[in-house]
């Protein structure tokens, strides 16, 4: 193929395949789904402990949720958004081991750099003998 075929195929592609999918609006069922997750995991959890949130939109539905029954701490890289801790969830030595009993964290994960280190993080913070 040569390189103008190439670019034509990759605008089909594009025309024909993503834009389609992309132009669909899915963040309000996903945020459904995300939502009837979190009503299932506050109804497993004890009622006491303290909650990190990741990443939370301003008002969520999880800071709702969760700052109601725990004592409710925000995480975000973002140092306008008002969080509690400006951290990278890949790296946060700012944080403690096992500083918390539940972790929330939707829709944070395909954002970062490495996902893995997130997780890393993450399972760090995790209080020993907690659900998450």
Known sequence: MSGRQVERLIKLVYRKVLLPLISRDYVP???????????????????????????????????????????????DINPRSGADIIADVCKM??????????????????????????VTELHRILRGGTYW
Do not use: M, W
């Open 29 to 75: 069922k996903v945020r459904e789904n995300v939502n009837k997750f979190l009503d299932y995991c506050i109804s497993e959890l004890p009622l006491q402990g303290t909650v990190l949130d990741i990443g939370p939109q301003h008002n969520s539905y999880s800071t709702k949720l969760f700052s109601k029954k725990f004592d409710y701490v925000t995480l």
């Open 93 to 118: 030595p700012e944080v403690l081991d096992e500083s918390f009993d539940v972790i929330i964290c939707t829709e944070v994960l395909e954002h970062t750099l490495n996902p893995f280190s997130a």
